[in-house]
Nanobody, 123 residues
Framework: VQLQASGGGLVQAGGSLRLSCAAS????????MGWFRQAPGKEREFVAG????????YYADSVKGRFTISRDNAKNTVYLQMNSLTPEDTAVYYC?????????????????WGQGTQVTVSS
């Protein structure tokens, strides 16, 4: 599975961005999808995950209420809508695919990773 993330950029605090991640797999709906991020000098951390059919979602506490993950299985794409951005959200954002059955927050649970897209929030 190849994953291509896009949509990052520079935004002012309080602004919004929508990230997209396009997958090459014809069996995209078989994968739990997740978004992670990694800030300079920090470990990669879970941001949000969505179940195979898009019914269930799970968020890190730090983004709950501000970010929304969704997917369109017909387009093989997962999205991350990010609102009320703060400088603490600055990081490289990665999408990932998991062949497992449940949304996992553990980096090691995911089998395929995209290349990352930079999000920079200025104060």
């Amino acid at each position: 599975v190849q994953l291509q993330a896009s949509g990052g950029g520079l935004v002012q605090a309080g602004g919004s961005l929508r990230l997209s991640c396009a997958a090459s797999a014809r069996t995209f709906s078989n994968y739990v999808m997740g978004w992670f991020r990694q800030a300079p000098g920090k470990e990669r951390e879970f941001v949000a995950g969505v179940s195979r059919a898009g019914i269930n979602t799970y968020y890190a506490d730090s983004v709950k209420g501000r970010f929304t993950i969704s997917r369109d299985n017909a387009k093989n794409t997962v999205y991350l809508q990010m609102n009320s951005l703060t400088p603490e959200d600055t990081a490289v954002y990665y999408c990932a695919a998991d062949r497992g059955d449940f949304i996992m927050a553990d980096v090691t649970s995911y089998d395929y990773w995209g290349q990352g897209t930079q999000v920079t929030v200025s104060s």
